[in-house]
């Protein structure tokens, strides 16, 4: 599950104009001017009526292995929904805006990627910010704030309570808590016996978290408590940004990042984690699925020998474009700031600070892409969320 894959979110609600039965499909014309096509069988497998699908639970009664592979409907009959008798009588109802969410073709795809913005630094030197009193008081602002996080991979939230631990509650007014090695909720200082260049005062080069796992943590939160050190300023960047630019500028470097696999790994005494991806991953669609990037965490290459030199040539081009201040947004997290991005998309770091000048403390945690898409689309769903 990614933010950016096939993940059905409520499209703007339209009417079936057109409707026109061809050998294998149903082509519905949208009153917006879009249209997409719906397999015989696809739509038969769909139905949604009491016999098809459990009234109450929701969940599906009938085998799609009964379904005739040439199924072809009687009549259809479009409008508010689309409406269609198959042979032997079985009638089935499709609402707009079910079949809109359900889509897969190229419209589908379009009107999927719309909801995106990949961004430069100077397009987001005003941030998409929200209050925390409002997104924790209202379901409107929180669904707002879903929808920035959604389209720009980060937002800024502010006046967050300084309090420790309150980083958790803003967290949880989307989703559970993702945990790993570094516990629930971590801290973000400078320490004498160190677990992890991020608790040291040195900078960190813009890197996703927990690349050595299997899953990397969907949203991050980083919730500044105290910053009075001289540095220290905070960097995101835009991987999915960064990615398309190296398309533009190499597209056979493109290829080469999104097909070889870096390996990752993590150890202290009680931990060794170890992840073998591309650092940019594509999905089915071949569309951005995530970003993987550390250089503290990478082990050593373990690909085909052909891939060596490839490989190399295209991470010292993707890190330069990464470093590039064009890309860069740079910021400085003050006192009840909340910095909460997608770790799969955008990349993130800091400046040096020095750590006699005074103290800088955040504290941080994680919660799964799965959970926070499933809060936003719980939050979008309208009465026919399931098939009537
Ligand atoms: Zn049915």
């Known amino acids: 599950v990614t933010m950016t894959s096939s993940t059905p979110t409520m499209p703007a609600p339209a009417t079936a104009n057109t409707i026109e039965v061809l050998s294998d499909r149903v082509a519905v014309g949208w009153s917006d001017g879009s249209s997409d096509g719906f397999h015989h069988i696809w ?5 949604g009526c009491a016999e098809c699908r459990h009234v109450f639970v929701g969940e599906r009664l ?3 292995a009964s379904i005739a592979l040439d199924i072809a409907p009687s009549s259809v009959v479009g409008g508010d929904s689309v409406q269609i008798v198959w042979p032997g009588g079985h009638r089935s109802t499709f609402s707009s805006n079910w079949l809109r969410m359900h889509a897969y073709g190229p419209s589908a795809s379009a009107r999927r990627t719309s909801v995106f913005h990949y961004w430069t630094a100077a397009e987001v030197q005003t941030p998409p910010q929200m209050h925390f009193d409002d997104v924790m008081a209202s379901d409107e602002s929180l669904l707002e704030w879903l929808r920035l996080l959604r389209r720009f991979g980060f937002t800024i939230v502010k006046g967050v309570p300084t309090e420790p631990g309150t980083v958790t ?14 516990g629930l909720i971590w801290e973000v200082e400078s320490m004498p016996k160190p677990e992890s260049l991020a608790y040291t005062s040195v900078k960190l080069t813009a890197h996703t978290d927990l690349v050595s796992r299997e899953s990397q943590p969907g949203l991050q939160f980083l919730h500044c408590l105290v910053n009075e050190a001289s540095g220290g300023e905070s960097i995101l960047v835009d991987g999915f940004s960064v990615a398309e630019e190296l398309k533009r500028q190499g597209p056979e470097h493109h290829a080469t990042l999104s097909r070889v696999n870096a390996s990752f790994r993590y150890q ?9 991806f591309p650092v940019v ?19 050593p290459l373990q690909c085909d020998p052909h891939d060596v030199g490839p490989f190399y040539a295209v991470y010292h081009y993707f890190s330069q ?4 201040p064009k890309w860069e947004y740079s910021f400085r997290l003050e006192a009840g700031d909340c910095e909460v991005f997608d770790n799969r998309r955008v990349l993130h770091g800091r ?6 000048t005074g103290a800088r403390h955040l504290q941080g945690c994680y919660v799964d892409t799965d959970d926070f898409l499933s809060r936003l689309r719980v939050l979008e769903r309208t009465q026919d969320f399931r098939i009537r």
Not at 169 to 182: E, K, T, V, Y
Not at 351 to 356: A, N, R, S, T, V
Request: with cysteine.
């Open 169 to 182: 509650q803003l967290a949880q007014r989307i989703g559970n808590l993702r945990n790993s090695n570094f």
């Open 321 to 324: 474009i990464l470093r590039d």
């Open 43 to 47: 739509l038969r497998d769909n139905c």
């Open 268 to 276: 202290n005494d009680f931990t060794d984690v170890q992840a073998s």
């Open 351 to 356: 400046q040096e600070f020095d750590p006699q």
């Open 62 to 64: 009938s085998d799609p």
């Open 281 to 299: 991953r594509l999905d089915h669609n071949n569309e951005y699925y995530e970003v993987r990037y550390s250089n503290a965490l990478l082990a």
